[in-house]
C-alpha cells in the first residue's frame, strides 16, 4: 500500500475544514486536506446563505465554499479527493488510510467531516431512493416544478427547504410532528405566510406508496391520542428535513465521543481524548451548527494543531 507523510491533515472540507487550512497553511504546516464524499460540505447544498457576515446581500452557498477552497489554496493547502476508510491512532504519527488504497502519516490531524442528513428509518425511504425521497431540496427541488411535494420537520432546515420548493413546486406539505415549529421566528413566519405551503401539525409519517416513485404518504394525525386519524396525502417527492447525524464513526475506536456521535473536546479547546487530534465543525458541535461557527473552530484547530507541533519540537 502507498504511504506517505505529512505534519498536518485534515479530514473535511466544510467551512470548518477550510478554515483550518487556511489558518495552517499561512502558520506554514503545508496542511494537506481530503475533501470527503461532499466536497464543499453541506453548505454546497444550500441556496442562499444569510446570516455570514460580510454579505450583506447574501451568498450562494456553493460559491462561498468554493471561495473558501481558494483560499485555502492560496496559502498552499494540498486538496485532494478521498475519504478515510480506516485509523490508527495507536502510535504517533496517526495513520489514516484514505479509499482502502494509502496510508497517510500525520503528526497532527484535524477532523471536520461535519454531519450527514438523517432519514426516519423506514423501509419506503430505502425503496424509493432517487425516486422521489431526497434529503436535499436543493438538489433535486429542479425534478419537482409545478409538482406536489412533502418535507419533513419543524426545524429551520425544513422551513427553508419548504420555502425554496415553494417557488418550484405547486404545493408543499410540512410534516411536523409536534403542533409547533422549532424554526427560528423568521423562518417560521416566512413559511406560516407563504401561502403554497401547508403546515400539518401533529403528523408522522407512517410510510410511502406508488408504483413507480412516490404518488403519496400515509401518515398518523396525533398518534397514540383518542383522536388518532390515519391520513393520506399524494405528493410527487418526500424530502427528510429532520437534523444530521455527526460523521465520526471511522474515527470512534480511538476518539471518544458522546452517545450520538459527536466527538468530544476538552472545553473550550478543540482537543479531543488523543494528543495532537483535534476536532471543529458540525462533527463535535452539538448545539449551534453554524457556519460561522464551524469557521470559527476551524480557526482554533489550525492554531492549536501548530502550538502542539511546537511543543514537540
Ligand atoms: P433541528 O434539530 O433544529 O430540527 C429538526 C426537526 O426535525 C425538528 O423539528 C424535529 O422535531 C424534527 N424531527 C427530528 N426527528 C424526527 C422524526 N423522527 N420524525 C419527525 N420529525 C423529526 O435540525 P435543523 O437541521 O433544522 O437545524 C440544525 C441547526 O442548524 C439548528 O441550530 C438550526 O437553527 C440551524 N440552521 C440554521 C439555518 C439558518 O439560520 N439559515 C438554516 C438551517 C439550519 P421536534 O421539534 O419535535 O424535535
Not at 29 to 41: A, I, K, R, S, W
Not at 135 to 151: L, M
Not at 200 to 217: C, I, K, P, S
Not at 276 to 297: N, R
Amino acid at each position: 500500500m502507498e504511504k506517505e507523510t505529512v505534519k498536518c491533515l485534515i479530514v473535511g472540507s466544510g467551512p470548518a475544514g477550510y478554515t483550518a487550512a487556511i489558518y495552517a497553511g499561512r502558520a506554514n504546516l503545508h496542511p494537506v486536506l481530503y475533501e470527503g464524499t461532499l466536497p464543499g460540505g453541506q453548505l454546497t447544498t444550500t441556496t442562499v446563505v444569510e446570516n455570514f457576515p460580510g454579505y450583506p446581500n447574501g451568498v450562494d452557498g456553493f460559491q462561498m465554499m468554493s471561495d473558501m477552497r481558494t483560499q485555502a489554496e492560496r496559502f498552499g493547502t494540498d486538496i485532494r479527493f478521498g475519504i478515510v476508510t480506516k485509523t490508527d491512532f495507536s502510535q504517533i504519527p496517526y495513520a489514516l488510510t484514505i479509499d482502502d488504497e494509502k496510508v497517510v502519516y500525520a503528526e497532527t490531524v484535524i477532523i471536520a467531516t461535519g454531519a450527514s442528513a438523517k432519514y426516519l428509518g423506514l423501509s419506503d425511504e430505502q425503496k424509493y431512493a432517487g425516486m422521489g425521497v431526497s434529503a436535499c431540496a436543493t438538489c433535486d427541488g429542479f425534478f419537482y416544478r409545478g409538482k406536489i411535494v412533502a418535507v419533513v420537520g419543524g426545524g429551520d432546515t425544513a422551513c427553508e427547504e419548504a420555502s425554496y420548493l415553494s417557488t418550484l413546486a405547486q404545493k408543499v406539505y410540512l410534516i411536523v410532528r409536534k403542533p409547533y415549529l422549532r424554526a427560528s421566528r423568521i423562518m417560521q413566519e416566512r413559511v406560516l405566510s407563504n401561502p403554497k405551503i401547508e403546515v400539518l401539525f401533529e403528523h408522522n409519517t407512517l410510510g410511502l406508496f406508488g408504483e413507480n416513485g412516490v404518488e403519496g404518504a400515509h401518515l398518523v394525525k396525533r398518534k397514540g391520542m383518542p383522536d388518532e386519524e390515519l391520513v393520506d396525502i399524494k405528493i410527487d417527492g418526500f424530502f427528510l428535513a429532520i437534523g444530521h447525524q455527526p460523521n465520526s464513526e471511522v474515527f470512534k475506536p480511538w476518539i471518544r465521543t458522546d452517545e450520538a456521535g459527536y466527538i468530544l473536546t476538552d472545553g473550550v479547546s478543540t482537543a479531543t481524548n488523543v494528543p495532537g487530534i483535534f476536532a471543529a465543525g458540525d462533527v463535535m458541535d452539538t448545539h449551534f451548527k453554524q457556519a460561522i461557527v464551524a469557521a470559527g473552530s476551524g480557526c482554533k484547530a489550525a492554531m492549536e494543531a501548530e502550538k502542539y507541533l511546537q511543543s514537540l519540537s
